[in-house]
């Protein structure tokens, strides 16, 4: 998480920058720099469109029709909860925009099932599965057509979920583009047969000298996904 880190290394660049020694005063200077150049380079349009773009490219818009039985497993993402709002408003740009992929590949197929996940966070008291299941039905989808799966937690707890409803039955798996890669590399280690349909995309060039927080939090995304599918890698040789 870019911020906090830059935060971090500035609380300490001016704790070393008290001291009365220069070797603390230099090293300071030092840890300074690097706080301002990581804050400047993922701002950058180039250096965020290159970090996000690369995960993004590796899996296509998926227009194809759904053939036989049709399942379509929709990642969580996150909600706020406030009263007056409708289940499509309180859902997050990223959960909406991976909902309405999965209504839109719910409808390249016969009679399918619509699979939406996600915990409550322990801090709202309806979990996120409750409310894309909610905002499904206001944008069309039958309620019979649901499944909600409420307890997951992240990813691999999801990829598991359904395992154990649908086995290894094909089925299309939605996602953020940038998470996509990652989801694959879970969703395949256990033998299942996802087929991505990427959804949320976020890499896109700017102007080279603009300074952007959308730029930055497409690299903070980005460097999440790097960082997860290197930890899914370990312990994939750890386990072999």
Known sequence: MPIPLTVILLLVAGILWR????????????????????????????????????????????????????????????????????????????????????????????????????????????????LMAQAAIELGVPQANIIKFDSPKDTIEEAHALQQQIGQQPF?????????????MIFTSLGMQPQPAPSDFIAYQGFWWRLDAAQLLASQKSIHEYVGMLWLNIKSMASN
């Open 19 to 130: 001291s009365q020694k220069k070797a603390m005063v230099y090293i300071g200077q030092v840890v300074l720099g690097l706080a301002i150049m990581l804050l400047v380079l993922l701002s950058q349009s180039q250096i965020s469109y290159w970090l996000t773009h690369s995960l993004e490219s590796r899996f296509n818009v998926n227009h194809q029709a759904i053939k036989g039985s049709c399942v379509v497993m929709v990642l969580g993402s996150s909600n706020m909860e406030k009263p007056g709002l409708t289940a499509v408003q309180q859902l997050s740009s990223t959960a909406l925009a991976r909902l309405s992929e999965g209504i839109r590949q719910f409808h390249l197929g016969d009679d399918c099932t619509l699979v939406v996940s996600g915990f409550s966070g322990g801090q709202q008291p309806t979990p996120h599965a409750t």
């Open 172 to 184: 299309r798996l939605v996602t953020s583009a940038t998470h996509m890669p990652r989801a694959m």
